[in-house]
């Protein structure tokens, strides 16, 4: 039977074949999903950001853990997320323009979908036009939330904020991501910040319930 340690080595190691099963065995020995994703998953991208920061791996192992926990997220998801459908409205999510991590904005969306939003992903490296553009054509859209995990791309971040509210088409803005605080987040305008997925859906609960 496969433990934390074993699906967070996995991931560290880039073992991205065995991963699918090793998360099913964890999940078959009890262990609670939410724990293999943070202690498990979570976890073992810190080592590798670690690993990283220190010269003993680089960005090719980095994408190899990252391919690795996005196929054991697959197998988590059912576990995580429920099945609301839709009910609480649209949501617009994407990471910033200048920056190409999506597996925290991906597990914010999947957390957001399972509180019972439609989410509408827009990936990666999206620049604020988009955000703007795709706000546009879905009106019935109330919240909007943006990611950035480079201290790079906090600028990025803030001319987000920045021109979604010049368009002045009453979105609410979520923003979120390792670097950001919310300090940082008060600074630029946005209306609410969150540290995790988890949070980030209740957030997002509780702003759409505001604006009924
Ligand atoms: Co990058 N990278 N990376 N990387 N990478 C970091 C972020 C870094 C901290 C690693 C390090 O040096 N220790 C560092 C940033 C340093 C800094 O800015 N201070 C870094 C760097 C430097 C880089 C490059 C510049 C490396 C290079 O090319 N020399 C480069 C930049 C590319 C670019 O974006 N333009 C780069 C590239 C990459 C890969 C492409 C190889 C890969 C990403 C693959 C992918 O995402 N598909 C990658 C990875 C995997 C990482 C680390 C190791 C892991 C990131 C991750 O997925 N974490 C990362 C180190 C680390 O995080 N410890 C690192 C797990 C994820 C669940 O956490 O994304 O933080 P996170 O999401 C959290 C919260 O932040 C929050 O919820 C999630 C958890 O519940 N959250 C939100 C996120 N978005 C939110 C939105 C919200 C609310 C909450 O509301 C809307």
New binding site residues.
């Given amino acids: 039977m496969a433990t934390i340690q074993d699906v967070a080595k996995a991931v560290e190691n880039g073992k991205a074949k065995l991963i699918q099963g090793l998360v099913q065995e964890a999940l078959g020995a009890g262990i609670p999903a939410s724990d293999i994703l943070q202690e498990g998953m ?1 976890g073992a ?2 080592v ?3 690993k ?2 220190a010269n003993e791996i680089f ?1 090719p192992e ?2 190899v ?2 391919k690795t ?2 196929k054991g997220v697959e197998v988590l998801k059912p576990h995580l997320a429920g099945d609301a459908m839709g009910s609480m409205g649209k949501y617009i ?1 994407g990471t910033v323009a ?8 991906n ?2 969306g999947m957390m957001i979908e399972s509180a019972g939003f439609e989410v509408i992903d827009l990936g990666v490296d999206v620049p604020a036009e988009t955000f703007v553009e795709t706000i546009k054509a879905n009106p019935d859209c109330k919240i909007v ?3 950035a ?5 906090m600028d990025s971040l803030k001319n987000t904020v920045e021109v979604i509210k010049a368009a002045n088409l009453g979105v609410k803005i ?6 950001i605080t919310q300090e940082f987040a008060d600074q630029i305008g946005a209306d609410a910040y ?5 949070a ?1 859906a209740v957030k997002a609960k509780e702003i759409a319930e505001s604006l009924k």
């Fill in positions: 979570i991208m810190n590798v950001g670690a990283f920061q960005v980095m994408l853990a990252a926990m996005k999510l200048g920056d190409l991590h999506d597996i925290g904005k597990l914010v939330g943006a990611s995990l480079l201290t790079t791309t979520m923003v979120g991501g390792a670097p969150t540290p995790d997925a988890g980030a």
